[in-house]
């Protein structure tokens, strides 16, 4: 999508460039940065090679379900992931079955991973970015994902959409508060205080 310079900037896949051992000396984690590993070519032999260090994977970059096939997810399932995080940016892709196909394979059930969702990005009304954004978080939560919305252009947000940003970001107002529509966002008060200081 248009608002992603990653693949201006550095490409639609990662190419091999150097072997793990190039880098790694004994570390216990490893930060792998790499933007879309899952469309790199040479994954299988970058997998192998993350899983026989025994050290902790963090794929900072994310892993794309768009992209992730049976061998993926077996590769996944053999190292020491820290954490996983995913996206789901745009509402027209259709992405459930990959989630749950994921989730039905991925071994750590209670630890799934992070899912990005961007909102305000589209020229739609705000209700319809609201009810968007809805239709990711809500499935995404009940798979057992921890759905994070991120906002484009956050200077030109509406208070709507600040609002639901706070509603599913803060875990315990997510947790506690689990339907959208229920959520009463928290009035901002003026602080100004007046009195009188002194007297004639």
């Known amino acids: 999508m248009p608002f992603c310079h ?3 900037k550095e490409g639609r896949a990662s190419i091999k460039v150097a072997d793990v051992s190039d880098f ?3 570390q216990p984690l490893i930060e792998v940065c790499d933007p879309n590993i899952t469309a790199c070519l040479q994954k299988r032999e970058l997998f192998r090679q993350y899983k026989e260090t025994g050290a ?6 994310g892993i794309d379900i768009r992209l992730i096939n049976d061998a993926d997810i077996h ?10 995080h995913f996206a ?12 749950e196909y994921f989730k039905k394979n991925y071994v750590r059930k209670s630890n799934i991973g992070t899912v990005y969702c961007l909102t305000n990005f589209e020229d739609v009304s705000v209700q319809e970015h609201i009810d968007r954004a809805l239709a990711r978080i809500y499935p995404l939560r009940d798979m057992g994902f921890d759905p994070y919305v991120m906002v484009y252009n956050k200077p030109s947000v509406p208070k709507e959409i600040r609002d639901l940003q706070r509603w599913c970001n803060n875990k315990i107002i997510f947790k506690s508060c689990p339907n959208f529509r229920d959520y009463k ?3 901002k008060t003026d602080h100004k ?8």
């Open 6 to 8: 990653v693949v201006p």
């Open 24 to 26: 790694w000396n004994g």
């Open 56 to 61: 902790k994977i963090c794929f900072n970059q």
């Open 75 to 84: 590769d996944l399932n053999t190292m020491r992931i820290e954490r996983l």
């Open 88 to 99: 789901w940016d745009n509402p027209n892709d259709r992405l459930r079955d990959k989630f």
């Open 185 to 187: 966002p928290r009035q």
């Open 193 to 200: 205080i007046t009195g009188q200081t002194s007297f004639i």
